[in-house]
């Protein structure tokens, strides 16, 4: 039976399940306002509340009138629309087809994924804070992390409040070679990506941090409500090429991401030493 007669919520099912388990900067944001999206261009609005005021009470006194909270509303627009199409020859899936489709949508999955993660990586707000490091080292990375969790402290985030940090592997070796970070049993728990704990932070690993033409990676740390993120899979659809025998799938990812609490969020500008520098 061709692929052509599956009913295309299951494939978009599937593709997403592999997304969320490839994700490591989407899975790190806010989703709770993806709501509904039906095309490029559409606005997820986003309502928060101002600060509560604390007073002092008196005894047998009138309280101050009620605040009246003033409502925060932020938009985020679904402007990144990213499209799949492939297809598997019909010789080659004669004896395997259910496998070797399922082995193609976590190939698009993967593809997916680093495009969508690289993308929230690539989010800029100049309300941010930043710490630069422009010769990282394991001596020195700690003081570095320091510094990020103490403007994040600054900022009033609760200590209870998971914080992740987002690191490529080139900062990683220098975290690694410092000796501090535990392992914890949490990994499967807490994803792809997972490598360790330390000073507060949940760190992660990711390839999708990519360094700029100075060899300086824009690392991340922040809480899980900083950035938003909402996303759609559209128009998935499993046809039967016109001019080939085989079997396809195509479709559309549409997703935007934006930054909304920039007082959770610190850059961590890092340029790691390399190996023979770091000895001298």
């Not at 989703?31 to 604390?54: Q, W």
């Not at 394991?138 to 609760?158: Q, S």
């Not at 080139?170 to 330390?198: C, H, P």
Request: some cysteine; aromatic content about 8%.
């Amino acid at each position: 039976m061709a692929i052509a007669n599956f009913i295309p919520a299951l494939w978009s099912e599937t593709l997403y399940s592999e997304l969320e388990k490839d994700y490591v900067g989407v899975r790190l944001c806010s989703r709770e306002f993806e709501g509904e999206i039906k095309g490029e261009g559409d606005r997820v609005k986003i309502c928060g509340i101002g600060p509560v005021t604390v007073f002092d009470y008196r005894k047998n006194q009138n309280m101050p009138a009620a605040q009246t909270l003033t409502d925060q509303q932020r938009t985020l627009i679904i402007d990144q629309i990213k499209g799949f199409n492939f297809c598997l020859d019909s010789v080659d899936v004669a004896q395997s087809k259910k496998t070797l489709m399922q082995a193609a949508m976590k190939e698009a999955s993967n593809a997916l994924s680093d495009v969508a993660d690289k993308y929230v990586y690539s989010l800029y707000d100049s309300a941010v804070k930043s710490v630069t490091n422009d010769y990282v080292t394991e001596n020195n990375i700690l003081h570095t992390l320091a510094d990020a969790r103490r403007i994040l402290m600054e900022h009033n985030v609760p200590n209870s409040t998971r914080i992740s940090l987002e690191i490529p592997p080139a900062i990683e070796q220098k975290l690694v070679l410092s000796k501090v970070m535990n392992a914890t049993d949490n990994t499967e728990v807490l994803g792809r990506g997972y490598i360790g704990t330390f000073m507060g932070f949940d760190i992660y690993v990711t390839n999708n941090i990519t360094p700029d033409e100075n060899g300086c990676y824009r690392c991340f740390a922040r809480t899980g409500r900083a950035v938003a993120f909402a996303e759609q899979l559209s128009a998935v659809k499993a046809y039967e090429p016109e001019l080939r025998h085989g079997d396809a799938v195509k479709g559309l990812h549409l997703y935007g991401a934006k930054i909304i609490y920039p007082n959770e969020l610190v850059y961590l500008n890092l340029t790691p030493a390399t190996d023979d520098e770091s000895e001298e």
